[in-house]
DNA sequence: CGAGCGTTTGAGGTTGCTCAACCCGAGTGG
DNA sequence: CCACTCGGGTTGAGCAACCTCAAACGCTCG
């Protein structure tokens, strides 16, 4: 996999950071200078409008990776949601060993960021129920289990990146378990009925 | 300029194609063998659900392009909003031709599709007069013009990219126009007071 | 055990959707 | 030259979805 190669080659270059809950990992408008790349936990990547509203753009999990921008300056704030573990590649460093394989690499985690924000943008034209259904399977297909979902993020977190209010996305899953397509306990949701799922976010 | 110098070099790898009103230029699910760019015109990429709704990702006026993928298909269907001339590149040629510096003006095509992208979602994350405003500013940015907007496409279309109904894009524009902010003449829109809309959208 | 955050639940209000009618301009054919 | 049609756009009334405000609940961690 381009990823494991990719790391393999650089990880000498880059230095992994502990952080704890809701610290800042980088802020937008601050010269993008890294490549982050999660090893535990979960980070998050939000902006903040100039009224003050903030919104969340995408969640990060372990194997994923943050970092390219169109600009020279990051266009997002980065923030851990839990404590979590993170290497930060150098773009300068990146760029000094560059094989004729490294741009192309770094094309393919711009393609996955593209396409995460496409599905992103696909979710916000649907209805309540569904963004919260799209959101667990996709969490599930992350995650790379389609029984079980852990939410590292609060309600509050999940209702701001979906668009949402916090008591919303409570209904939803409360509406959800009524007719048995999950469970919940904590952040830790049970897909009991996948296929209603699908069904729902088709 | 990046772009111009990616053109000049590349031109006469790629062909020039006039499409009429409503073709399909690439389908969903083919081979994503092509990158485009617009030379005239406006094109638009839209994917379609399970259950046949159909929903507008983007839309692409005359210098931009378009055609980086996360996997090996095309995950859009491209067609033209107006009749169009397009330039397409074949990404084989691209790569056969490349030197030392071309993945990386690739690179910066994907990061800016990226950039466009999430600025769809901040779209999708606000209020019915929000995003058409917010959509407004972004088409006078891109054709680089703060008095006056070309809408190539029609009302549904902005509808459908914006997450709303035809009815409500309508009404939106008819109460921006009452507010004196902007003056509606068929597909082309004054921009009154630049300083009133860009408050609506901050 | 208390404090505080995160979550759930309920009642009422607002926004944007649905359904329906109507208008307008561009083609088309008599 | 007018009548008809058709796609696109506007307008209005009623309704459903989602938000707001408010209260209560339950972890978790001092």
Redesign the pocket.
């Known amino acids: 996999m381009m990823q494991e190669l990719f790391e393999k080659n650089l990880t000498h270059l880059g230095t992994p950071t502990w952080y704890s809950r809701n610290e800042e990992i980088f802020v937008e408008g601050e010269l993008a200078t890294g490549i982050f790349k999660i090893k535990s936990g979960c980070m998050r990547t939000a902006t903040v409008l100039s009224d003050g509203r903030r919104h969340i753009l995408s969640f990060y999990l372990p194997g994923e990776f943050y970092g390219l921008e169109a600009g020279r300056v990051y266009s997002v704030t980065g923030e851990s949601v839990t404590r979590c573990k993170i290497h930060m590649f150098r773009k300068n460093a990146l760029f000094e060993a560059a094989d004729d394989k490294i741009a192309m690499r770094l094309l393919m985690i711009a393609a996955s960021e593209l396409s995460r924000a496409q599905k992103h943008s696909l979710l916000l034209l649907r209805?309540?129920?569904e963004r919260v259904v799209g959101f667990l399977l996709d969490m599930a297909e992350r995650q790379n289990n389609w029984q079980q979902v852990d939410l590292p993020m609060?309600?509050?977190d999940i209702a701001n990146y979906l668009?949402?209010?916090?008591?919303?996305v409570?209904?939803m899953?409360?509406r959800l378990e009524d007719s048995a397509a999950i469970a919940?306990e904590?952040?830790r949701v049970t897909l009991c009925d996948l296929p209603a799922l699908k069904e729902m976010y088709k």
């Open positions: 209805g309540a129920k609060t309600r509050g668009g949402l209010t916090t008591e919303t409570s209904r899953f409360g919940i904590r952040r």
